[in-house]
């Protein structure tokens, strides 16, 4: 039996990675904020059900993924391309490229790392993969929860959640394959390197890129092995709190605004 | 009486080792194939129904639209005949357990797929799939119909090795 005292806790304990989680659920900060606000509210109003068959953190990520599926299951899902979409929409949008440069100079989380815009991109990508998957892919690979304690949090089955974590890894894997030039030669997205010539000029971007194990161990290491480096960074960095934060959340506001809009039109 | 059951079941435990075999008749021709997986049944039966994944794992489908749910008319290419386009429906569907795709029409040329699981006592999966296809135009069509055995084997490998690597995950 938990008590309140005890919700408190744990809750503040795990608020921070499950404010991390719901930014890349939702893409939205509004979205993390409420859906926290809920959760809480939700979890206190109840923790006399709570029969203490899991932790109260697995207890509390199964409250805030049921009210984040709530939102996103009608909403349609990212396309795999979404990097492309964005990119040509921030292009010709001058006061957003022109408010992104004032983070850059101005805000102490204004800093453009690669790595951090590996994690951003993980995070716009992740959403074109099927919700379920996506939830699974995150938790058990970024939030480092066990299969049996995702099966508690998404109420389904340990073998449907290793199915879900399988698909979604190879759709992943293969999506990064095909795309990312980090590993691929003859990759289509070149964003990052891009954006590093934007904010760091002066930066040699190569001196940067041999610094990230995953392009360092690009050409010997496979698919597999390339996609847990990635996710190593991912897990690295807090949206929320790092030295490019104000920039990259910025970032994901504009991607949101232009993802809405683009599949709102389709 | 023993006779026959014995019989029986040295044909499901030949037909479980992967192993096609067809049965050919004047009007129809019956290929089934029967594997042993060792993953649950939910596994099997999600990547039998989720049409957007078949391509990444299934060697002998080449490309696949639509919904693999109740009444859906599925479109597919294989291996079998790359240059056409299959237009199968879902006929039946009891999750878990059985699943039935036709094509053509009755009684002229039909051809019903049926995807069966059954749960073992130890968490395995026997997966059987058989095709039968048949009817008044059979006889003058059964010359020019490729044979699926081959197909169908690599289908239930392919089938049991993404099946057993999904259950097999860490953790």
């Given amino acids: 039996m938990a008590t309140i005292k005890d919700l408190n806790a744990d809750f503040e304990a795990c608020k921070g990675q499950l404010k991390s989680y719901l930014l890349r659920m939702t893409a939205s900060t509004e979205d993390v904020d409420d859906i926290i606000q809920d959760t809480y509210i939700k979890a206190n109003a109840s923790i006399s059900s709570f029969e203490g068959k899991s932790t109260l953190k697995t207890w509390i990520f199964a409250i805030a993924s049921n009210l984040a599926r709530d939102l996103l299951r009608s909403k349609k899902r990212w396309p795999e391309n979404v990097t492309d979409i964005c990119r040509e929409a921030a292009l010709s949008n001058r006061d957003f490229l022109g408010e992104m440069m004032n983070i850059r100079m101005t805000s102490p989380h204004g800093d453009f790392e690669i790595k951090e815009h590996i994690t951003f991109c993980f995070a716009c990508v992740s959403k074109s993969l099927p919700l379920e998957q996506q939830l699974v892919l995150l938790l058990k690979q970024v939030h480092d929860f066990k299969v049996k304690e995702i099966a508690v949090i998404i109420d389904n089955t340990e073998a449907m959640v290793k199915y879900y974590l399988h698909t979604a890894r190879q759709k992943m894997m293969e999506i990064f394959d095909h795309r990312c030039s980090l590993i691929n030669k003859q990759g289509i997205c070149h964003q990052c390197t891009e954006l590093n010539g934007i904010f760091n000029p002066k930066q040699d971007a190569q001196e940067e890129l041999v610094k990230i194990d995953m392009v360092k161990k690009a050409q010997e290491k496979d698919k597999e092995q390339l996609f847990d480096l990635r996710l190593e960074i991912v897990k690295s960095i807090d949206p929320y709190d790092s030295p490019a934060s104000e920039l990259q959340l910025r970032h994901l506001k504009h991607n949101k605004g232009v993802m809405d809009k683009h599949l709102k039109e389709k | ?171």
């Fill in chain 2, 1 to 171: 009486m023993k006779t026959l059951l014995t019989m029986i079941m040295m044909t499901t435990q030949l037909m479980a080792n992967g192993q096609a075999t067809t049965n050919k008749k004047t009007f129809s021709r019956e290929t089934a194939v029967a594997i042993e997986i060792d993953a649950s049944t939910e596994i099997v039966w999600a990547l039998l129904t989720t049409a957007s994944d078949y391509t990444r794992w299934n060697s002998t489908i080449t490309s696949m639209e639509g919904d693999i749910a109740l009444n859906e008319t599925v479109k597919l290419k294989s291996t079998l005949d790359p240059d056409r386009i299959f237009k199968l429906k879902v006929k039946k569907m009891n999750p878990g357990k059985l699943m039935i795709w036709s094509s053509g029409a009755a009684p002229f040329f039909m051809g019903l797929r049926t995807y069966t699981l059954s749960e073992n006592d130890e968490g395995s999966t026997t997966f059987t799939m058989t095709e039968k296809i048949g009817g008044l135009m059979f006889p003058m069509a059964a010359g020019s119909i490729p044979p699926f055995d081959a197909v169908f084997q690599q289908f239930a490998a392919d089938l049991k090795k993404e099946a057993e690597l999904i259950s097999n995950q860490n953790q």
